[in-house]
């Protein structure tokens, strides 16, 4: 098994900057591809970026390219979303996610989550 633990959410306004921790545990999960999805009110979860275990491929969702960065730190078992320019469409809760798949892009295709964080971007 694996927990994740998301942390580093919070209110800010638009234009400021945030950095998603997820911190795993149970398992190493340097082998597994990571991955940051997210939920707004009233809308279905979506991805946001993915990194491999290899940290050589990336995916991210055309709304975040250019602003949000994706990395991981295998010997801490953590892996980062650097968020950049934030916007107040940025807003929802941001969900850590792992898998063994290559670069799944889909939620239903992940088999661990964490809690969430709360992301809100005031404009």
């Known amino acids: 098994q694996v927990q994740l633990v998301e942390s580093g959410g919070g209110l800010v306004q638009a234009g400021d900057s945030l950095r998603l921790s997820c911190a795993a545990s149970?398992?190493?999960?340097?082998?597994?591809?990571m991955g940051w999805f997210r939920q707004a009110p009233g809308k279905e979860r979506e991805v946001v970026a993915v990194?491999?275990?290899?940290?050589?491929?990336?995916y991210y969702a055309d709304s975040v390219k250019g602003r949000f960065t994706i990395s991981r730190d295998n010997a801490k078992n953590t892996v980062y979303l650097q968020m950049n320019s934030l916007k107040p469409e940025d807003t929802a809760v941001y969900y850590c996610?792992?898998?063994?798949?290559?670069?799944?892009?889909?939620?239903?295709?992940?088999?661990?989550w964490g809690q969430g964080t709360q992301v809100t971007v005031s404009s």
């Open positions: 996610a792992a898998d063994r798949a290559f670069i799944p892009t889909k939620s239903d295709e992940y088999s661990y």
């Open positions: 149970g398992r190493t999960v340097s082998s597994y591809t």
């Open positions: 990194v491999s275990w290899t940290t050589v491929t990336t």
